[in-house]
């Protein structure tokens, strides 16, 4: 089974909304990572938050992670037509890099 | 910029056929790692390398195996290839990971179909 599960599955919004989709995740970890996929194309990283942390920002991206509660969440602020892709997180349960992706979230920015 | 290149986008292959998908990056790093993607799965690791010659299952490796000969270059064979072996392969690479992670850097990805 998945280490990290994505909820919603897929999330459809007005352009200048924001985003909040959800990663739940089985056993402790190192750190967690969340990435964008946009059609067709390999995934791109976007944050990485380690198990130590509760907070990260980067531009309009903030993450979120409860490790008691072995939960993460990103939000996109103001989203934009061009935030339209698939959103993964993955869970890294010890060093060594090696990564646990969840099945992902849809996300459809309407102009 | 960091580039990690699989050799093609497209690929049709036939039931039994030997089937190489090569990935190479210029980012002198130690780890790679080929993936695929199922619509609903997520990705799934097939295998992974952290060195020159090294190789490590990863949670589905059956019918399928790897090579590092060079640092910059990790090969995925297929080595009698089947219809459920239809997907997106993605490769990545990432420098060691250590006790605070690092990313992992993605190539585009072969679509790869098995008639």
């Known amino acids: 089974s998945q280490q990290g599960e994505e909820d919603p599955q897929a999330l459809s919004i007005q352009e200048g909304e924001n985003a909040t989709m959800n990663c739940s995740y089985k056993?402790?970890?190192?750190?967690l990572q969340w990435y964008r996929q946009n059609s067709g194309r390999g995934l791109v990283h976007l944050i990485l938050i380690r198990s130590n942390e509760r907070e990260k920002h980067s531009g309009r991206l903030r993450v979120t992670l409860d490790t008691s509660k072995k939960s993460s969440s990103l939000l996109i602020t103001a989203s934009r037509a061009a935030d339209t892709a698939s959103y993964f997180c993955a869970t890294d349960k010890a060093a060594g890099n090696k990564l646990t992706f969840g099945g992902g979230t849809r996300v459809l920015v309407k102009p | 910029d960091v580039k990690v290149t699989q050799s093609s986008r497209y690929l049709v292959k036939r039931t039994g056929e030997k089937v190489f998908l090569e990935c190479v990056q210029d980012m002198d790093h130690e780890n790679m790692f080929w993936y695929r993607q199922d619509p609903g799965l997520g990705l799934r690791l097939i295998y992974f390398s952290y060195d020159v010659k090294m190789k490590e299952k990863g949670d589905i490796p059956e019918g399928y195996s790897v090579s590092r000969e060079k640092k910059e270059r990790f090969s995925l064979i297929l080595e009698s290839a089947s219809t459920n072996q239809t997907s997106m392969y993605l490769c990545a690479s990432s420098p060691p990971g250590g006790a605070g992670g690092q990313p992992q850097h993605f190539g585009d990805g072969t679509r790869l179909s098995i008639l």
């Open positions: 056993t402790s970890i190192n750190n």
